[in-house]
Every structure is written in C-alpha cells, then in structure tokens.
C-alpha cells in the first residue's frame, strides 16, 4: 500500500498524463517488479545507448497503414531514434538482408490478400535462399474482425520474417478497424524494446485486446434508386441516394455495406435440408433463427474451398478442390440429417462487407449520401448470376432501411483549392469524382478540373450527362473527355482520350496538377498508369526508367492517387 502523499503523488501523476504514458508507464512498472524479482538489472538507456536506427515499412490500400508508419516514425524521432519510412512497392527487396530493425505496418485485403502494393515484398518472403539473422522485427496488422481471415497477411509476414532467421522483439499485434489505441500501445512497446537496446521489451505492456467497439453502423432510409441506363443497354448502373444527417464524410470515402442473402435461395437451403427455419440457434452467444442466420450472417454463395473441405469432413464423402454456393453443395453433396446441417452452420463464414465509393458531396447535396453501384452480373454454365451485395442494393425501394458504415479513405482527397485535378474515372470510377466537383462548385475553388469518363455507349449510358454538361457550361469542369468503346468499330477506351491530348495532359502535370483515377483495376487502372507513363516519356522525353520516377515522385508528392476495385 501506498501511503496517503505517495498514492496522491501517484494519482496526479496519472491524471495529467496522456493515454501513450499511461500505457509506458505500465510498462515500465512491469519491469521495475519484474527486476526486483532478481532478473536483470532494469536499464531503460537513452536512445544514444540504445538502438538509433529503424526502418518502418507498410503495406497499404486505403492509407491507414501509411497514416500509422509516419505517426510510428514520429514518435521513434521524438524518441531520438532515426526512423525510415517505406512504402513497400518502393521497398528495395535486397535491403531485406541488410536490416536490423524492422517494423512492417501492413493491412489485409481481398479474401485474405496482401494490398497490390505490398505483393512483391510479400511474395519474396515466400522464397528460399537468404537468412536474416541480424533482423529483429515487430509487425503492426490490420484488419477487419468481419473478414474471415482476420490480420493474414500481418501473420504471414510476421512468420515468415520469423521462418528465415528474425527475431520478434515484440509479438504480432493485430488491429480492428478502431485500430488506435491497440497501435499506440504496439508503439510504445516498440519503442521501450528500441531502448532496451532492440532487446524483446522484458515485460512489454500488455496490450489488452479490448473487445472492438467495431465500426460505426448507421441505419438510414433510402431516398432514392434509379436505374441511370437507358432501356437498350447492356447495363445496370443504379444511383442511389440514403439519407445522412449527421453523418461526416469527406469526398473520396466510400461506404461499406453488409447485403443479404436472397430469402428465396434460404428457403431453398433449408428445405433441402431438412431442417425448420424457425428452428433457434446460437450465434456469437444470441439465440436466432436458422432463417435470419442465412439470410443475414452467414456467406452462402461461392463458397472458398478451406470451406467446401470442412463441408466435406462434415458429409464424409470427396469434393474436389472447387468453389461452390450452399444450395449447390447440398444437392449434389446432400446433408444426411438437420444435425448435420447445423454442424455445417458454425463452419459457414460471415458475410463480408463490401465497399461503394460515395458519389455526392457534404457541401452540395447536404444531409444525404450518394452511391453508384454497378449491377454485377456472370454468366456460370450458361446460368446468368448477379453479385450478391450489388443486386441486394439494386432492389433497395424509397424508405427501405440500409445498414452501413464509413470507410474514410485519406490517400484519396482533393488537394487545395487551387490546385488542379485531373480525374480518370470511367464507369462507375465517375463516383468520387462527382463528389469532388460537386464539392468543388459549392465551394467555388479556383483549380482547374477535367474529366476524363467512359462506358459503352453515349446515348445508354453516359451516367450524370446532364450534370457533366451542366459543369462544362458554368466552368466548374474546365474540360471533359468521353470514351464510348462499343459506339465505334475500333474500341475507344479513356486511355485512347489521354493519348489523343497527350501533349495538354503533360502541360497539366508539369504545372502540377494532381491525377485521380477511379474504377476497375484490372484491365482499366493497369492500361491508364501505362498510358501515363507514356505520355511521361514521350512527351518529356525521357526514357522508361525515368517516366517511372516521375510517376514515382508524383505518388511522393500525392499528386498520383488510385482508388481501384
Ligand atoms: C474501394 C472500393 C470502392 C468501390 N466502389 C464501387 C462503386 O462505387 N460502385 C460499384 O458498383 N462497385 C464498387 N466497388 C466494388 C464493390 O465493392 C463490389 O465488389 C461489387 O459491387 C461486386 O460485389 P457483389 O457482392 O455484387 O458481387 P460478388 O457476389 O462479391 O461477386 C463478385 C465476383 O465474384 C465472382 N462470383 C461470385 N459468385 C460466384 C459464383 N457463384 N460462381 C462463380 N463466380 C462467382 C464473380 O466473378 C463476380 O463478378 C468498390 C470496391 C472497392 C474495394
Ligand atoms: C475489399 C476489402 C477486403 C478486405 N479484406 C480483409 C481481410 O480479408 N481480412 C482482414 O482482416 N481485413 C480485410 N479488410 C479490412 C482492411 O484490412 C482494413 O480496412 C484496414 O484498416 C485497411 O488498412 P489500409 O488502409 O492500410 O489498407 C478488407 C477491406 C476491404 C476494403
């Protein structure tokens, strides 16, 4: 016990100390009791003792990680150490050997996916023939608990570091989407270790994993949804308006929504199995039906294959190596009983999110939120299906309710006011750009803007044409440039349109003007950088190598930003 003037002491201590020292402070602590207990002497040595150089390196889609590897950087210079920060596709992969202290920030995508960004860093560690035996490392991941396979990538990365001969000098941390508070004490425990001359912290504050608070999920009424294809096309491209009093976005976020499964394709379930939808089971410790189960948690469509082998365990017979949906594998790998069907549902995964870029602006279309969503659609043994989440919102009617959430994105924000911005957004890549240039005309910057958009065909699906003309008459938009690919007998495509103004697309990037595509990444993003590295050489004249470091400088600078899907 303390006595009264010490515990006071304490207590002020504590009350005027940030949350950062707290969790030091905690740290520090641990140690003092640990060395008492006749371990090694505590020395927390000042940087110049300890270790002075670090490199962070991160792995990023959506900025968060790079948002957490200068903050980490600035608190290791605070702290007198000297910190390099690295984004991953400018990594230079023969550095790996040479470093001693290495802190990968890094974020999972796709189905469990490493960002694009990242991929060689990635796929390196999975090669053979190098030791790293002076490195010592921590890894920062990030992730989202509704994705089935949470941090994957930051554990991937996190032993294979281990597999070729590092040293974990703190454990992997892995983060929710409220990932701050866990990262900061990751932070504080690195840096504790750095001081501890790179030597695992001998009693690391423990991170308490708090049970995540999630992410923020709105229930708002849909004010409108309208198919903005003209009858004859070949597509569905829905505007969708929700209301949003009080909700804070910035143009360039997007929105994540969580669809359900069609109740008819639930019924199909369990009908064929057997089983009572009505029948109440327990999910995540709630009681619920089998039906809202299906319908609402649970992913039944084209299942991964590390679920079709669980399927398989569970019905006992061989499935080869394939994806499939629920109803598929019950007819043609029935369940032999409801019980068996149950034991299937705590192998199912959740339903995973997925991501609209909102397309209305906070200044102009006050108290309501705009997205555009692309009805997606394939064609399976001569069956056309539709992507769930997109045909889920395409049946959305006025004063249905949508659950969703915000998923800022800060590597994807117009620039000031005057700078100004060329936007490459064909299809539904147009989404953020009409949140800019809306934003833009509220708010009357004096930047320049064009516009390059396409799609199939001018009279069925210039999506916002009157908008966009709208623009171009009162000088918001300072020029636009169409592609329509299947109104020509040559495919015209916007990288065609690039081209064909090469030589003002170059005058706009020499006087700074910042680039923004939007859109597909495969093909579009991949032949639109290659058509901008061209104009780069061709018209700067300069060779391959150098229109590279141009782009390179320009992402640098964030005059370069990619938003693709
Ligand atoms: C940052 C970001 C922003 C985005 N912004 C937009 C936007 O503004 N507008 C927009 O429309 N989209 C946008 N997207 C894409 C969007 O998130 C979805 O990926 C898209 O709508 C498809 O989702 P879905 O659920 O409809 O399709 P899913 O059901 O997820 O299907 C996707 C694909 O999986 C395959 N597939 C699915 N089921 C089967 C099956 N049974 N058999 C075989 N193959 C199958 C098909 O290839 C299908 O095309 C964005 C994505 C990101 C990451
Ligand atoms: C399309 C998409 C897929 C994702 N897939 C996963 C996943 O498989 N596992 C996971 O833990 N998180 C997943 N996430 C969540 C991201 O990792 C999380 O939002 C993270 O904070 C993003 O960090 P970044 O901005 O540095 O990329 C996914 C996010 C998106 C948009």
Redesign the pocket.
């Known amino acids: 016990m303390l006595g009264e003037a010490k515990l006071k002491a304490l207590q002020d201590l504590i009350n005027s100390a940030t949350q950062d020292e707290i969790i030091w402070m905690n740290g520090y602590l641990s140690a003092v009791v640990f060395h008492a207990a006749g371990n090694r002497p505590l020395e927390i040595s000042p940087a110049k003792n300890g270790v002075n150089k670090i490199t962070i390196v991160y792995g990023t889609?959506?900025g968060n990680s790079k948002k957490l590897a200068t903050t980490f950087a600035a608190k290791a210079k605070k702290n007198g150490i000297n910190a390099k920060v690295v984004g991953l596709d400018q990594y230079k992969l023969t550095d790996l050997i040479k470093e001693e202290y290495l802190f990968p920030i890094i974020s999972t995508?796709g189905d469990g996916e490493p960002p694009v960004a990242a991929r060689k860093f990635y796929d390196h560690l999975f090669t053979n023939g190098y030791e790293l035996g002076k490195l010592k490392y921590s890894v920062l991941a990030l992730g989202d608990t509704s994705y089935p396979l949470f941090c994957k990538t930051g554990e991937d990365i996190d032993d294979q570091l281990q597999k070729h001969g590092g040293s974990r000098i703190l454990p992997l941390q892995k983060c929710d989407v409220d990932y701050e508070e866990d990262a900061n004490a990751w932070f504080t425990n690195a840096l504790q270790a750095l001081h501890q001359n790179g030597n695992a912290a001998a009693s690391p504050s423990p991170i308490i994993t708090k049970k995540s608070s999630g992410k923020k999920t709105y229930t708002r009424k849909v004010l409108t949804n309208i198919n903005l294809n003209d009858q004859g096309s070949a597509k569905e491209?829905y505007h969708i308006e929700i209301e949003a009093e009080n909700i804070d976005y910035l143009p360039g976020d997007?929105i994540g929504v969580t669809?359900e499964n069609p109740l008819s394709i639930v019924e199909s379930v369990t009908r064929l199995a057997g089983i009572d939808k009505e029948n109440i089971v327990n999910y995540k410790n709630e009681p619920i039906t089998i039906q809202e189960l299906l319908q609402k948690k649970l992913n039944i469509?084209?299942l991964p294959e590390r679920v079709i082998k669980k399927y398989a365990e569970i019905v006992q017979q061989d499935i080869p190596d394939t994806?499939?949906?629920l109803l598929d594998l019950l007819r043609i790998y029935p369940v032999k009983n409801p019980a068996q069907l149950k034991e299937v549902l705590t192998m199912l995964e959740p339903i995973t999110p997925?991501?609209?870029?909102i397309?209305s602006s906070p200044e102009a279309h006050n108290g309501e939120l705009h997205?555009?969503?692309?009805?997606?659609?394939?064609d399976?043994n001569n069956e056309i299906?539709?992507?769930?989440?997109?045909?889920?919102l395409s049946h959305l009617k006025v004063n249905n309710t949508l659950n969703f959430y915000l998923?800022p994105?800060a590597q994807f924000r117009l620039p000031e006011e005057d700078k100004d911005i060329i936007m490459i957004g064909p299809g539904?890549?147009i989404?953020?750009f009409r949140s800019f240039i809306a934003q833009r005309d509220s708010m009357g910057t004096s930047g320049k803007n064009w516009l390059f958009f396409g799609d199939q065909h001018f009279i069925t699906d210039f999506l916002y044409q009157t908008e966009i003309q709208n623009w171009l008459e009162t000088g918001v938009l300072s020029k636009v440039s169409v592609a329509f690919s299947r109104d020509t007998k040559e495919k015209v495509y916007v990288q065609h349109k690039m081209l064909k103004e090469a030589g003002l697309f170059y005058e706009w990037l020499e006087s700074g003007a910042y680039v923004y595509l939007?859109g597909t990444k495969d093909p579009m993003s991949i032949d639109v950088e290659n058509t901008l590295l061209r104009i780069i050489e061709e018209q700067g004249s300069r060779s391959k190598e150098e229109a590279l470091q141009y782009l390179d400088q320009m992402k640098e600078d964030g005059r370069y930003m990619k938003?693709?899907?």
């Open positions: 889609e959506t995508h491209t997007s669809p469509f084209y994806r499939m949906d997925r991501l609209y870029s397309a997205i555009i969503v692309a009805k997606n659609y394939f399976i299906k539709y992507g769930l989440t997109s045909d889920f998923h994105n539904t890549g989404a953020p939007c938003d693709v899907y």
